[in-house]
């Protein structure tokens, strides 16, 4: 597998499709306050990919299905469900995503694909651990697709706009 690990944001990525790290799809969305990559996402591709996943019903732990890109420019986005109904993943939850997620992209022709860290964050599993797991999936895999892998990194513009309205607030709260 042609795969390749970078420090950035998952929609910035030059790629065919994007993985998201989603649930079982068993809580309604309109319920549910999205987290990570499902909150950039909807913010940026807007509410159409996530009224379509919710068409497909509940999705089995590891599986994944396909939808529209919303507004974003990837000709389609590719949901897994890496986390169980506790909120946590497993080293089964995320190979299974990792091999159904390629499973969908060849079904639709997709030759590049970045894929975030699944499980990290709020599925519990450390970055380092995950990024293991998601290259053990890959090595069982056909080289047919370019595999992006995203750890998230909060542009250097952000991270400091963040900080400098952090020491605003506490130096007005001294």
Do not use: Y
Request: a positive charge; one cysteine or more; charged letters at 25%.
């Amino acid at each position: 597998m042609n795969a390749k690990v970078v420090d950035g944001d998952l929609l910035d990525q030059p790629v065919d499709a994007i993985v998201n790290a989603w649930n079982r799809n068993i809580v309604p969305w309109w319920l549910l306050i999205p987290q990570g990559v499902s909150r950039a996402i909807k913010k940026r591709a807007g509410l159409a990919p996530f009224r379509e996943v919710r068409r497909h019903g509940p999705i089995p732990l590891g599986q994944a299905v396909a939808t529209s890109a919303g507004r974003l420019p990837f000709k389609l986005i590719i949901h897994v469900a890496g986390i169980n109904m506790l909120w946590r993943a497993s080293e089964r939850s995320i190979r299974d995503s990792v091999s159904n997620a390629l499973r969908v992209a060849r079904e639709h022709g997709v030759r590049s694909l970045a894929l975030p860290l699944i499980g990290a964050g709020s599925g519990g599993f450390h970055e380092d651990r995950v990024l293991s797991l998601i290259a053990s999936a890959l090595e069982a895999e056909p080289a047919d697709i370019d595999v992006t892998i995203v750890r998230f990194q909060v542009p250097r513009r952000k991270l400091a706009a963040c900080r400098w309205r952090a020491g605003s607030v506490r130096s007005t709260l001294r």
